[in-house]
């Protein structure tokens, strides 16, 4: 976000008053967008209430904007200049459209990481950058720096990373799979997006989990899609509860994540599984299998997914790049019947002609490589001494508050907060001294429950994030 310059000889008031005035020439805000209160506007900027209320005054002398008592400040309906002009309602237009925003705590957590890079971040979902292979891929980088060609590329991905995945499916998940049955796409969520959009209609009823990420996931309700929960125990979903949901609403799908769940980190039962899939297959019902946490084991024994005991097709298996090497390469994959991966890549043709090479080129490399399974190891030793940093801070600042079990892999602590709790509360206190988690309900849980992400905040910081959500939360019950 845009911040004044203090160094500067012209006055804080008339910095953010030309700041707003070229955003408005841009057309950043459109006439009629509601402006920011003068205290919340002083905060985001670290000035004083009188420097904004200055510079809001500046501006309603140039026409810019306009203030009315009980309704804030908004940019003026009209252009200022000799004769009004017309801008188009963008208002009118970002409210519509099919597909929904993110949820408003999502949406508050994103504002709050880029307001102040300080927080320690229990929010995030993915790996921080002392767990990322990045000198690996570096070398990578450096030993095999020709790519051939540059154009489009194949729909269903670059085939050299195909290729290394049938072999990475097999000695990593146990999963028997051909080049032809693979999608490449730019992680899970696409994945996701491409099977509701490509695979279901408007009105369609599906299973997922509760808790689950698919609760925090718009696209779902953008699709029109109904969902019907499956509750998580501690041995994951039950099968007769899909039976149930079957017979009750005709679900025309299920969305599973078995293996450290995310969020509560559960592993589906072994029982449970063979149970599952005998259901799908007497029901005709497929299972779409989000498996991005497995080789995250921190005893280095994997569960196995779905799909590598599936003998009849129902299972839809889709991996990611993100949770064990590196999020910003956007490289996720499916494995699903030819016939669905040749709909699935056309529709993605149409977005966006393919993904780009050359993060393809970069995972298949390491994917391939000596480093990767180092990596692995690594990478499990430092969640596990992360994961037991925050079970120890924990048990010392909040005893007899919270409860949990202790995930054997993946990169969240499910935690339930044993008093009755406020959820926004809880985060506004929370951000207020310094640390930010994702509340319960994002999940689709009700208020009290909290997500700690261990794998993006730095170990050094931990236990000090620990102690300064323990004190929100103390203030809040206070």
């Known amino acids: 976000m845009w911040q004044p310059d203090r160094l500067s000889n012209q006055p804080l008031y008339q910095q953010i008053a030309d700041d707003f005035e070229r955003r408005i020439s841009y057309g950043e805000f459109p006439p009629g967008t509601q402006l920011p209160s003068e205290r919340k506007l002083a905060e985001q900027l670290g000035v004083n209430r009188s420097t904004v209320i200055l510079a809001y005054a500046e501006l309603r002398a140039l026409g810019i904007i306009e203030s009315r008592t ?174 149930a949901l079957y017979k009750k609403h005709r679900i025309k799908m299920v969305f599973l994540n078995p293996n450290y769940q995310n969020p509560t980190g559960v592993v589906l039962d072994e029982k449970r599984r063979a149970e599952l899939l005998d259901v799908a297959s007497e029901l005709g019902l497929p299972i779409v299998e989000d498996d991005p946490f497995s080789l995250t084991a921190y005893d280095g024994n994997p569960p196995p997914p779905l799909k590598s005991i599936d003998s009849v097709g129902s299972v839809l298996y889709i991996g990611s790049f993100s949770k064990m090497a590196a999020s910003g390469l956007r490289v996720g994959w499916m494995v699903a019947p030819h016939s669905v991966v040749e709909r699935l890549a056309d529709a993605r043709q149409q977005m966006d002609f393919g993904l780009s090479v050359v993060p393809q080129k970069v995972a298949a490399e390491f994917l391939g490589s000596a480093y990767f399974q180092p990596h692995l190891e690594r990478l499990r030793m430092q969640l596990l001494f992360k994961r037991d940093l925050l079970i120890e801070a924990l048990e010392k600042e909040l005893p007899n508050l919270v409860s949990f079990a202790v995930p054997q892999g993946g990169l969240h602590l499910w935690c339930k907060i044993i008093p009755e709790v406020n959820d926004h509360k809880l985060l506004e206190e929370a951000i207020r001294r310094g640390v930010i988690f994702a509340p319960g309900s994002v999940y689709g849980s009700d208020s009290g429950y909290v997500r700690f992400t261990f794998a993006r905040a730095k170990a050094e910081d931990i236990v000090t994030g620990i102690a300064k959500f323990a004190a929100a939360l103390r203030a809040v019950l206070d």
Request: charged share 20%; with cysteine.
């Open 70 to 243: 009980g309704s804030g400040t908004r940019v003026s309906q009209y252009k200022w200049g000799v004769t009004p002009k017309h801008t188009p309602n963008w208002h009118r237009y970002v409210e519509g459209g099919t597909f929904l925003p993110n949820l408003p705590f999502l949406r508050r957590i994103r504002e709050a990481l880029q307001q102040n890079s300080g927080l320690i971040d229990f929010a995030s979902g993915e790996l921080g950058a002392d767990l990322s292979p990045a000198k690996e891929i570096g070398a990578l980088i450096a030993e095999n720096p020709y790519i051939e060609y540059l154009g489009y590329d194949n729909p269903q991905g670059f085939v050299p990373l195909r290729e290394t995945l049938v072999s990475y499916l097999s000695k990593y998940r146990d999963i028997q799979t051909t080049g032809s049955s693979i999608l490449i796409t730019s992680g899970s969520q696409q994945s996701l997006y491409l099977i509701t959009q490509c695979l279901l209609t408007p009105g369609d009823a599906v299973a997922i989990e509760d808790p689950s990420y698919c609760y925090s996931l718009p696209m779902f309700q953008s699709a029109g899609l109904r969902l019907f929960r499956l509750p998580v125990d501690r041995k994951g979903v039950h099968p007769d509860d899909v039976r």
